[in-house]
Each structure stands twice: as structure tokens, then as C-alpha cells.
């Protein structure tokens, strides 16, 4: 089918028009073009058909209709192998794509197209299909994927809704639930479409993101989406890419030297999800990285967080009478803060590494340590012997590994190895004993083969956390359970509550109450009296972060609140923007709360247009704890996944052993029956394929000579239309060219008679004008003769004076060069002699060497000092010899030309001005 009958069965399906296709047999139309495309050795209807997609897309496509933007995305998508990523990049991304991933009432299959079809322009089968070395075409294409991607990954960074940013969270608190409900479908999409691409290109991705790293504002939201890419079921494939891969080692960087707590708590959950896979997937490039990982081990064993800042009393002022709202007082970051950090923070880096450092992405919002239980665990079971070979001594074991320090200090300044046992106390008693620390020391682990070799990642999340005390503890009450009766003799189960009594709290859960308590009473009280003076709700941030600090303890907890009751903190931030309107001091503040400090930006920032500080600490409180909450949320659901596989592979083995010996009796007695079948239908599948061949043969020799007639006919069919074509073009031009050609013919003979009329009535004028142009011409001819005659005249007699004195002057120096050469002459014969004489005197003296050796042997050394001289002598004549030689030959080269120009001059036939030699002018 052509591409303009698909437009128009397309134009009649938007429309809904009478006589429209269904929806499945227009796809199947497609789908059948597109067989026909790819067979195909011409792209002509494939560049039509986007045409033809375009006009309709411009001319029929509302994007408020959705049910139009469905079925066009259900086209392109159908379409897409056989467009190009040009043509994906360039044209369909910000006409249809772009837009439909920012509609959140779009279809979930639309959006799967539209996804799909951005994947295509970035799929490896487009790729290689532009990979022809020298080919400029197809680095042109390559360049233009490369700058596609690299678009995508700003559109996350820079265009879509970022979580840890004041800008973009006072913004959201103002948009209606349309424009949220848009932005977190880009937002979600984009990175649904980033993942993808990590997916199918997971080196193209990773490289995007390590160029992206070198930007600190950029890193919380980078690990963010290397949290949810490596969240993937699927990215366990690609592990030991990314193991390999420079972002590792930025990763590791990042943990190492950035002070940013949120910062670093993503980047450690993003860690930790990764050890168990590159263990299994990538286990050699784990063990070099494994001093690396040991050195972020102790960076957050030894993290100290950032206390709160002290905040105004606004509820006293407002007790005053003062409005609580108008005061007004600049952020100002704690002098003290900066030695609050632990030493390694404010280490000086290798000016080599070229990293720049995130002091803080929360401004006024306080820092708790990052998450160090389940990476240690995971350390922990991995590599036992080295890691508490660390523990005990981390410069002494970085010294043996040869691991360089990232710092300009040494590891003896950089690390404490006092406080590293100190704080490293508390993990290790969390712990029970790894049985590997019995049989195998840190060199033996490197080198021997690795326990884990045959577990998957399921497994060995499984077996880290049974390392665990409380879970190995839970464990080994349920195989206490599972052994014993389920139920107590009275029919109560023994795993039940006695009573529904309120049970008293333990002493953990009181203790992190009253921790919470402690550590957020200095911003907490402001932030309620200001909301008492000023909101008629109260909330508890207090109630907050205690819930969260009790979450984290991984206690089992009863939630109480209603749901009705979650929407809160909606409603906190929609309340603050009524009573305010938006205004730029606002951006400020949500600047503040996303600047990302460096160790040389200024230690104070001053509100210019009057917004309460508490409201800046506040929204980067809560946007922090949203993010931490969320990060963790996201590794408890992998954690989850994980454990599932595991428990499925546990109950699969388990109901395996109880069947496997039923099983195996009947198998045994089963077996030796199939052995006698399996032997005569051996016999029968043997003959069987000897018939299955022969007919096989035979249908592939008639096959070929089918596909030979058909082949033939198609090239013949092919020929004659084109030769039909041809001939329909040549006839249409020749009647195009012969009506041209009459038209033309009548207009030459009309000009033709006028013309010959204008020469009749004008031809006794015509021959008069000839008859004076005769006269003139031949007066002009004359006049000019007589003119040439008169110039030659004179350009003779003074070429004639001239080349006279000339002449004289080279007579006078072809005699003084005659006289130089027979000067030169007699020298040359004199120097001839000379020669010819010390030529005889040489022979004269090799005679007398010869019968002086002969008679009398003279001293050496006086016969090679003659011998010497002698050759001396006789070089030196040789040499003056060949210069005579050479100066009598340029003389005599000299004189001939001489003689051949005064020879020329004195010629009849002599041109004089071609000469450079003038002699004095003859008189004539």
C-alpha cells in the first residue's frame, strides 16, 4: 500500500469519519508497509510516509483530544523500525513525543508507545547500521544519538520537578493539582525513559552520568536515578558494566570527600544495593574496589551530624505584639559547623582527582548520619577477614593494599584509627560471629575462591542478613517453632499475645523517643509557635521525626492515624501560600535551601527581601526527610524483592526434598519402561529423518527453482515498467516540446515577415550607410598607417642611438674578456706543467721509495711524513686545478654567449628592443 492511501485511512480514523478502517486492521496495514519497507532497497516511501504523518499531525491532531494522540502514538510506534533516529530526534520528539509524556490523562499504553519510541532512536540495531567506518553519514548520526541522550539527561536535571530543591518546591506548593499532576508524570516518565535506556545502552548512560557528576548540584539527583536504575530486576545483567565503569569510582568519590549528608545517604543505599550484585556478577572488580569501599566504611562510621539552628522566638514576639511574619533575619551558617564535620570533610583533595566538594544540599535543616548497618553487614559477609582487618588497623592495611591517598595528606593524618574502633564497637556486637574468620585471614580471602560463587543475589541477601543478631535471633525461634507443635495444649497458638492489653514500650523505642525529642526541640519549638500565632492547626514535626527514628530502628510498629489525616503537609504549604503571596524574596529562600556550599563560598547569606528564616529551615527539613524516607522506601522494596526470590527458592527446595524420593521410586520403575520405548522410537526417529532429509532436499531444490521464476519475472516486471515509464515520460515531453516548438515556429515566421518588410523599406538607406562606413574605414586605415609610420620612424632612430652606444660597450668588454681568458689560458698551461712536473717527480719518488725499501728500510715515520706532504701537495694542485677548470669554463660559456649577441644585434632580422645591449645610434 503507498503512503498516501495510509494517510488517508488515517485522516478518516481521527476524524471518525464514514467508511473508516478499524483501528486493528489499519495497525496491521501498517505493519505490512513496514515488511515492505524493510525489504526494500529504496527509503523514497518511508521519507513520503513522514511526510505524509506531519501534514496530518499539523492539520488534524488536537492534543486535548486524547483518543487522537493515542492512536497517532499506536502509528509511530508501529512504524518505528523503520524510522530513523533522525527522524525520531529532530521531528516526532517535541511535535508528539514530548507532550505526551507530560499528560498525565494520556493512556498507559500511549505512554508505553511513546517510550518505546524514543527507545528506538536509541537502540543498538540503529546504531550498527550507521557504524561503516569512514562513513561521515553515519557519525553524523552517532553525534546526533550521543546529543539526544545527553538532552534527555538534562531534561531530568534541569526541566523536571526536583525534589531537593527550595525553587521548585515553593513552586509546587503553588501550582494546582493539573500542573503537579503534569509535572510528576514528566517527571516519572523521564526517568522511566532514562532507565530504559540504561537497560538497553547501560555504557552510553553511564558515561552520560559520570560526565553529569563533575556538577555537585547535580549529584543528589543522579544517584536518585542510579537508585531506581539499579532497582531494576533486570540491571543485574549489566552489574559488571558499571563495575568497570569511571562512575564507580566517582560514586565512591562522592561518599569519600562530599559532606552533604542527604547527599550521601542515597549514595550509600545506592552502594549497598550494589555490593551483593557486583558479588556475584563481578567479583574481581569488587576485590579491587574493596579498599575504596572499606575507606567510605569509615568515613560514615566517623560521620558526625550537623546540629540545628537556633531559630528567633517568633511565638514571644507575637505574645509582644509583633507581627511574626515581618521579622525578618539573615541565614547565617554556624561558624562552629565546620569543625561540628568530621576531620575527613575538610581533608584537601588531590588537585589530580579534579573533584569539587557538596558541603550541604539543606540549608538550616539538620544532618543525621548516613544509613551504616546494612552496608556493613553486606562488607561484613562478603570479605570478613579484611574487613576487621581494617577495623583494627585501617592506615596499616591501606599500606599493604597500596592504596594511594585520595588527599594531599597521608592516611595517618587523614584517618583516626581510635575513633574508627570506638564507633565500629556498636556494629560488630550487632553482628554474629562469620565462620570465615575462623578458617581464612585477609590474604587467603582475596586469593581463595569465593564462597558466594554459586549463590545469586537473592541468596546472598538472604545469608547477610542472617549475620544479623536480631534476625539470627528470629531464626532460631522458628526452627524452635517450626519443631515443636504450632499450637499450646489449650488450642491457643504459642506465637500469639496472651492479652490485648496495651503492651508497655520497650526501652529502645524510649530511648529513640526521647533521642528525637532532644535533637529536634531547637527548631521545632519556633515552627510551632509561629504556626499557633499564625495558622489556626497544629501539627507535630516532633511526632514526625520520632516515627521516623522509630522506622528506622526496624521495630514492628502500629500505625494509628487515619488516612484522611496524611494530607497535612499539603495543606501546611497551601496555607502558607494564601496567606502570602508569591513573591521573589521566596526564590531566595528556596535558593538558600538548595545551594549547594563549597569550602570557599561565603559563610552567610542575607535574606534581601524579608522572608522568615524558619519557613526556608523548614521546607528543607521536610523535603530532606521526604527524600531520606523515600531512599529508604526504595531500598526496603529491593531488600523485599530480594528476600521473596529467596523464600520462593527455599519453599521450591523444600517441597522438593519431600517429593523427590516418591518421585524417585516411580521414576526408577518408569525408567527401565522408557528405556525399551526410548530405543524403538530412536530406531523410528532415525528413519524418520532420513525420510524428514531427503524430502527436505528436495523440497529446498524446489523451492530455489520457485524463488529463481519468481525472482526472474519480478526483475522482468520491473524492467518493463520502468521502460514503460520512460517511454510515457519521453512521449509526454516530445508533445510538450512539439507544441512549444509550433507555438515558437508561428511567432518566427510573424517576426520573420515584419523583418524582411523593414529591410525593403530601408535598403537604399542601408547601402548608403555601408557606402560611408566603406569611406570611413578606409580614411581611418590610412590615417593609422600614417601614424604607425611616423612611430616606428621614430622608435627606430632612437633604437638606432641606443644600441650604438650599446654596441661600443660591448666591444670594449668582450675585448677585456678575451684578454681575462688568454690570461686564464696561460695560467691553466702553466699550472699543467706544474702538475704534469710534480706528477713526474711523484713517480720519480715512488721509484726511489720502492728501491729504497728494496735496499735500505728508512725510518718509518719519515717516509709516512713525506708520503704525507706529497698527498698534500698533490690534493691541493688537484683542487686548484679543478677551480681553473671550472672558472675556464664559465669564461668560455662567457665569451660564446657574448659573441652570440653581438652576432644577434648586428643582424637584419634582430628584434632591438629584445635586447638588453644597446650601442650608440648609427646615423643613417
Not at 503534569?182 to 526517568?191: P, Q, V
Not at 560463587?453 to 524452635?480: F, I, N, T, W, Y
Not at 721509484?847 to 709516512?864: E, F, G, I, N
Not at 691541493?876 to 669564461?891: D, G, K, M, S
Amino acid at each position: 500500500m503507498a503512503a498516501s492511501d495510509i494517510s488517508r485511512q488515517l485522516r478518516l480514523l481521527l476524524t471518525n469519519a464514514a467508511g473508516a478502517p478499524s483501528l486493528p486492521s489499519f495497525l496491521q496495514t501498517i505493519d505490512d508497509f513496514v515488511v515492505e519497507c524493510s525489504t526494500g532497497e529504496t527509503s523514497g516511501p518511508i521519507l513520503q510516509l513522514e511526510e505524509e504523518l506531519q501534514a496530518v499531525y499539523h492539520e488534524v491532531i488536537d492534543h486535548s483530544v486524547l483518543p487522537q494522540v493515542k492512536m497517532f502514538l499506536s502509528v509511530l510506534y508501529h512504524i518505528r523500525p523503520i524510522l530513523s533516529p533522525l527522524s525520531i530526534i529532530s521531528t516526532w520528539f517535541e511535535l508528539v513525543l514530548r507532550p505526551a509524556l507530560r499528560e498525565p490523562k494520556l493512556a498507559v499504553e500511549a505512554v508505553i508507545h511513546a517510550k518505546e519510541v524514543i527507545a528506538a532512536a536509541l537502540d543498538p540495531m540503529h546504531q550498527l547500521q550507521g557504524a561503516v567506518i569512514f562513513d561521515p553519514e553515519g557519525e553524523k548520526k552517532r553525534e546526533k544519538v550521543k546529543e539526544f541522550r545527553r538532552r534527555l539527561m538534562e531534561l531530568y536535571l534541569l526541566d523536571a520537578y526536583n525534589e531537593s530543591s527550595g525553587d521548585d518546591a515553593l513552586e509546587w506548593a503553588e501550582l494546582d493539582d493539573t500542573q503537579k499532576d503534569r509535572k510528576a508524570c514528566w517527571k516519572s516518565n523521564l526517568e522511566d525513559v532514562l532507565v530504559r535506556i540504561g537497560l538497553q545502552r547501560p555504557q552510553d548512560l553511564l558515561t552520560e552520568v559520570h560526565h553529569c557528576f563533575s556538577l555537585p548540584s547535580s549529584r543528589l539527583q543522579l544517584l536518585l536515578l542510579l537508585n531506581a536504575y539499579t532497582s531494576q530486576p533486570s540491571f543485574s545483567s549489566h552489574a559488571a558494566i558499571l563495575a568497570a565503569h569511571p562512575l564507580m569510582q566517582s560514586l565512591i568519590y562522592c561518599l569519600i570527600f562530599d559532606n552533604s549528608a542527604s547527599e550521601c545517604t542515597v549514595g550509600i543505599t545506592v552502594l549497598t544495593k550494589l555490593l551483593p550484585t557486583l558479588a556475584v556478577k563481578a567479583c574481581e572488580d569488587l576485590k579491587h574496589l574493596l579498599p575504596s569501599l572499606l575507606v567510605v566504611l569509615a568515613r560514615i562510621i566517623c560521620w558526625e551530624t550537623r546540629p540545628y539552628y537556633a531559630l528567633p522566638d517568633l511565638a514571644l514576639e507575637a505574645a509582644r505584639g509583633r507581627d511574626p511574619s515581618s521579622l525578618v533575619e539573615p541565614i547565617v551558617e554556624d561558624p562552629r559547623d565546620v569543625h561540628n564535620h568530621d576531620s575527613g570533610n575538610r581533608l584537601p583533595i588531590r588537585p589530580d582527582l579534579e573533584w569539587v566538594r557538596l558541603d550541604q544540599t539543606f540549608i538550616g535543616a539538620s544532618s543525621t548520619a548516613p544509613p551504616r548497618q546494612q552496608y556493613f553487614a553486606f562488607l561484613y559477609y562478603l570479605f570478613p577477614c579484611n574487613t576487621i582487618r581494617f577495623l583494627r588497623g585501617a592506615v596499616s592495611y591501606l599500606a599493604e593494599n597500596e592504596f594511594e591517598s585520595p588527599y594531599t595528606v597521608s592516611w595517618e593524618e587523614a584517618l583516626d584509627e581510635d575513633k574508627i574502633r570506638s564507633k565500629s564497637e556498636a556494629l560488630l556486637r550487632g553482628h554474629v560471629l562469620h565462620p570465615l574468620l575462623i578458617w581464612r585471614d585477609a590474604a587467603e580471602e582475596l586469593e581463595q575462591p569465593d564462597f558466594w560463587a554459586q549463590h545469586d543475589v537473592a541468596k546472598v541477601v538472604g545469608e547477610c542478613a542472617m549475620l544479623d543478631v536480631r534476625s539470627a535471633s528470629l531464626g532460631l525461634r522458628e526452627q524452635l517453632f517450626s519443631q515443636s507443635s504450632l499450637l499450646a495444649p489449650g488450642g491457643r497458638d504459642i506465637r500469639q499475645p496472651l492479652s490485648t492489653e496495651v503492651v508497655t514500650p520497650l526501652p529502645i523505642v524510649q530511648v529513640l523517643s526521647s533521642s528525637a525529642e532532644s535533637n529536634a526541640s531547637s527548631v521545632l519549638a519556633p515552627l510551632q509557635a509561629a504556626h499557633v500565632a499564625s495558622l489556626p492547626m497544629q501539627i507535630s514535626l516532633k511526632g514526625m521525626i520520632s516515627t521516623s527514628i522509630a522506622l528506622k530502628s526496624g521495630l514492628d510498629i502500629e500505625v494509628i492515624d487515619k488516612p484522611s489525616e496524611a494530607g497535612w503537609a499539603t495543606t501546611l504549604v497551601e496555607q502558607q501560600s494564601q496567606a502570602r503571596p508569591r513573591s521573589p524574596s521566596q526564590k531566595s529562600i528556596a535558593s538558600l535551601s538548595n545551594r549547594s556550599h563549597t569550602p570557599d563560598a561565603p559563610h552567610a547569606v542575607q535574606n534581601e527581601d524579608g522572608v522568615p528564616s524558619h519557613i526556608a529551615f523548614a521546607i528543607a527539613g521536610l523535603q530532606r526527610e521526604i527524600l531520606m524516607l523515600r531512599s529508604e522506601l526504595n531500598f526496603e522494596l529491593w531488600m523485599a524483592r530480594e528476600n521473596v526470590k529467596h523464600i520462593g527458592r527455599l519453599y521450591q527446595d523444600r517441597v522438593v526434598s519431600r517429593t523427590a524420593e516418591v518421585e524417585r521410586q516411580g521414576l526408577h520403575n518408569r525408567l527401565r519402561e522408557y528405556k525399551a520405548e526410548v530405543f524403538r522410537l530412536q530406531k523410528e526417529v532415525k528413519e524418520q529423518k532420513e525420510q524428514a532429509l531427503k524430502v527436505k532436499n528436495q523440497y529446498a531444490d524446489w523451492n530455489k527453482k520457485l524463488q529463481d521464476k519468481i525472482k526472474e519475472f519480478r526483475n522482468e516486471k520491473n524492467s518493463w515498467q520502468t521502460e514503460a515509464a520512460a517511454m510515457r515520460s519521453a512521449h509526454k515531453e516530445t508533445q510538450d516540446s512539439f507544441a512549444a516548438q509550433s507555438k515558437l515556429l508561428s511567432a518566427a515566421n510573424l517576426e520573420v515577415f515584419e523583418l524582411k518588410t523593414q529591410i525593403k523599406a530601408n535598403q537604399h538607406k542601408v547601402d548608403r550607410l555601408h557606402d560611408y562606413e566603406r569611406q570611413i574605414e578606409q580614411l581611418v586605415k590610412l590615417q593609422r598607417l600614417w601614424e604607425s609610420d611616423v612611430q616606428k620612424l621614430n622608435d627606430q632612430n632612437e633604437f638606432l642611438r641606443v644600441f650604438a652606444s650599446k654596441y661600443k660597450k660591448m666591444e670594449l668588454r668582450l675585448d677585456n674578456y678575451q684578454q681575462i681568458q688568454r690570461d686564464f689560458e696561460d695560467k691553466i698551461r702553466l699550472q699543467q706543467q706544474e702538475i704534469e712536473s710534480l706528477q713526474a717527480h711523484l713517480s720519480i719518488s715512488q721509484r726511489k721509495l720502492a728501491a729504497s725499501k728494496k735496499t735500505v728500510k728508512a725510518p718509518a715515520a719519515v717516509a709516512h711524513k713525506d708520503w704525507s706532504q706529497q698527498a698534500e701537495t698533490n690534493k691541493r694542485l688537484r683542487e686548484e686545478n679543478a677551480v681553473l677548470n671550472e672558472e675556464n669554463e664559465e669564461l668560455k660559456a662567457m665569451v660564446e654567449m657574448l659573441k652570440a649577441q653581438v652576432s644577434g644585434r648586428m643582424g637584419l632580422v634582430g628584434d632591438p628592443r629584445s635586447s638588453p645591449f644597446m650601442g650608440p645610434t648609427l646615423s643613417i
